[in-house]
């Protein structure tokens, strides 16, 4: 999982294929089922299959400056 974007969200790349933008980990799943694997969410947020960037499973949006 990279980083969120600019805009919002975290790119979703599966053996080096980006399959698209996810805005939450229902969305993540669903990448992950459409890839041939299934999960739950909460297996998501733990699972050592996923390599969270930068930031954890409760990041989304895009980080603010002030």
Do not use: C, K, N, Y
Request: glycine residues 10%; hydrophobic residues 35%; aromatic residues 4%.
């Amino acid at each position: 999982m990279h980083l969120p974007s600019p805009t919002g969200g975290r790119r979703v790349r599966v053996d080096g294929e980006i399959l698209g933008l996810a805005h939450d980990l229902r969305d993540l799943v669903e990448f992950l089922r459409r890839a041939g694997l299934e999960m739950e969410p909460e297996q998501v947020a733990d699972s050592p299959l996923i390599d969270w960037r930068g930031v954890g499973p409760d990041r989304w949006e895009a980080e603010t400056r002030t």
